[in-house]
């Protein structure tokens, strides 16, 4: 029983289209995540969503769109796809509570996307 | 913002022997270090952190120290084994915006055990 999941786990596509990449995670958690890790394995942070409320927007180009149906699912739609855009993808969730102050991000198996 | 160096980018070792990962950070009010190992393939997992009011904090083969003053933490992984082989990654952070805290990452180190 996968905890964070995301589909697909590769992606390959011409420069110029749209995807999507859908995370789901079945840990009650109510804080999501999206990561980009690029080809020199840097980890950087793009968005953060709480009860489906955007709560960290880094400087991401405004063709990435995170969309956040319920508290368990975070998608990341990218408009008009760049070579630049080609990366792994990670998605991730935490509980953040005040009394056991714990709030551990468990990242999910990535989403390689490679822009031709 | 928050900077995180990590040293060294690759480190190989003899199985058996120990490890050592260091850090440093820029921005003194960060409060919360964890650390995540990476295996080919897969996502980041949290291996260990350590919180700015704890020195040490130890869990088996793993620990972790943190010197606020210096504004450097580290990795130790003693008697490695093969399965330590990865890319493990220090973060820090200093605090959360709601319920969603903010890493940032150093930039990774291969460890290559040998056996």
């Known amino acids: 029983d996968t905890a964070v999941s995301q589909t697909p786990k590769y992606l390959v596509t011409q420069m110029g289209n749209d995807k999507s990449i859908k995370c789901e995670q079945n840990l009650g958690h109510d804080t999501m995540y999206w990561y980009k890790q690029d080809s020199k394995k840097f980890l950087k942070i793009m968005f953060s969503?709480?009860?489906?409320?955007?709560?960290i927007n880094e400087t991401v180009p405004n063709r990435f769109s995170p969309k956040s149906p319920d508290k368990a699912h975070l998608n990341l739609h990218i408009n008009s796809l760049e070579l630049g855009d080609s990366a792994v993808y990670f998605c991730a969730s935490s509980q953040f509570s005040g009394e056991i102050l714990t709030d551990t991000q468990y990242f999910g198996p990535g989403t390689r996307l490679t822009v031709l | 913002g928050e900077n995180v160096e990590q040293h060294p980018s690759t480190l190989s070792v003899q199985e058996g022997d120990s490890a050592v990962i260091k850090c440093t950070y820029s921005?003194?009010?960060?409060?919360?270090f964890p650390w995540y190992k990476q295996e080919l393939g897969k996502g980041p997992q949290l291996i260990i952190d350590?919180?700015?009011?704890?020195g040490e904090k130890k869990d088996q083969r793993i620990a972790v120290t943190l010197n606020k003053t210096a504004k450097h933490f580290s990795l130790h992984i003693t008697e490695t084994q093969p399965e330590d082989s990865a890319v493990y990654f220090c973060a820090a952070s200093k605090g959360r915006s709601g319920s969603a805290r903010q890493l940032t990452f150093g930039s990774g180190t291969q460890l290559t055990v040998l056996p």
């Open positions: 350590i919180r700015s009011n704890v």
């Open positions: 921005d003194s009010a960060s409060n919360y």
């Open positions: 969503y709480n009860n489906k409320e955007l709560i």
